[in-house]
């Protein structure tokens, strides 16, 4: 870029060479906006349906359901950043440049303003349904659990009549009946999101559940309700990966497509400090990045989030940049199906496109992947 009319001064020091400018996409993370990995910002409805881009990301700064340490609205600027490489990434572990494959862009957040649960809501419930209408995978940054509520379930209707099935990562079950009192807590969404009829419950699995709550009452229901769960007690006999295969095997029970939530907290707090609701004993963040690979890789993605980063109590970065990474984990699984020849867009049924994706025999809901190409997990 040449300056224009350079000043004595200028000139005197040498600012009016001509030195090399680059693109925004390829500046440092800390230069320009704070979108995710520099990506396009788009944070427009009308703007998404026209690019029709493969995946979104949302941000839901929002925390004011929270039982304990709160912060968790300061999680999606946080996670945003918390990332040194920036332009075309390469993927180690999968060996392709997802962003060279996929079309990601950053949507934006929710209009949240503090101190009002019920339109903070109603905001993320907005602003996610907009973008999964674009046909977009929404990958939702928290923000407190209680996100996932309205958030999953703007994904249900646009997906009906298909029928999604949730994976969740956390140290807790977020299934009481109430928060004291409060119905939208979140320690709540998940029951919220059963008794609402959402989601079934057969088709909900939780991975990671450890420590001392709920209590034998909220698992009586749970059961009741056909869902299943995996207590980090099991991880640790049978190994992450033989569960992580039986999770993805349940939520499909019946599901078209996954849902995936991450509570943070599910990773051991000596390596995700920065959280609400720390639980001793958790997962390596290589066996919850391992495991994401694994999931998006073999079964339909129709939206995920990854929630519970509370910067005030991060240290060096380390929880913002898990939350982060599971997310890149997740869009370089989508890049991998979209390279093997899949849609991995939302296209709505009884659309041409849909119909003509369905004759070509790229799948882009329904069932499994076997394909070995497609498992995330190397």
Same mark, same amino acid.
């Given at each position: 870029m040449a300056l224009s009319r350079p000043g004595p001064l200028g000139r005197a020091n040498g600012w009016d060479l001509p030195y #090399?400018?680059?693109? #925004?996409?390829?500046?440092? =993370?800390? =230069?320009? %906006?704070p979108a995710y990995s520099k990506l396009p910002y788009v944070p427009e409805a009308a703007a998404l349906r026209d690019r029709k881009p493969d995946v979104a990301i949302v941000g839901a700064p929002f925390d004011d359901a929270v039982s304990h340490r709160p912060g968790a609205r300061f999680g999606p600027r946080a996670i945003r950043a918390a990332t040194y490489t920036t332009g075309s990434l390469h993927s180690l572990q999968l060996d392709l440049e997802p962003f060279e494959v996929l079309d990601v862009v950053d $949507?934006?957040?929710a209009n949240i303003v503090p101190a009002w649960l019920d339109r903070g809501h109603a905001m993320v419930y907005r602003k996610v349904r907009e973008v999964a209408e674009s046909g977009a995978i929404p990958i939702v940054l928290g923000g407190d659990h209680s996100i996932t509520w309205p958030s999953a379930t703007a994904i249900a209707e646009v997906r009906d009549p298909a029928t999604i099935g949730i994976v969740h990562f956390d140290a807790h079950a977020d299934t009481a009946p109430n928060d004291w009192g409060v119905l939208a807590g979140h320690g709540t969404p %998940? /029951? /919220?999101l059963? #008794? +609402?009829g959402a989601v079934q419950g057969r088709n909900f699995v939780q991975v990671g559940l450890r420590g001392y709550w709920p209590g034998p #009452? =909220?698992?009586a229901w749970m059961q009741a309700q056909g869902m299943r769960w995996h207590l980090m007690r099991e991880i640790e006999e049978r190994g992450a990966e033989a569960v992580i295969d039986d999770a993805i095997s349940e939520a499909l029970e019946g599901a078209d497509a996954i849902y995936l939530s991450v509570d943070i907290d599910v990773i051991d707090p000596g390596m995700a400090p920065g959280t609400g609701t720390p639980e001793p004993g958790g997962l390596l963040t290589r066996e919850l990045l391992r495991a994401v690979r694994r999931i998006v890789g073999r079964v339909p993605l129709a939206a995920m989030d990854v929630v519970e980063v509370s910067p005030p109590f991060?240290? $060096?970065e380390v929880t913002a940049m898990a939350a982060h990474r599971v997310a890149l984990e997740?869009? +370089?699984a989508l890049a991998v199906r979209k390279r093997a020849g899949e849609t991995v867009r939302h296209v709505p049924r009884g659309s041409s496109a849909a119909t003509a994706s369905s004759s070509g025999g790229s799948a882009t809901s329904g069932g499994s992947a076997t394909n070995a190409t497609r498992d995330g997990a190397s």
């Open positions: #090399e400018t680059f693109d #925004e996409f390829d500046l440092p =993370v800390y =230069v320009g %906006m $949507a934006g957040d %998940m /029951r /919220r059963i #008794e +609402s #009452e =909220v698992f991060d240290h $060096a997740a869009i +370089s």
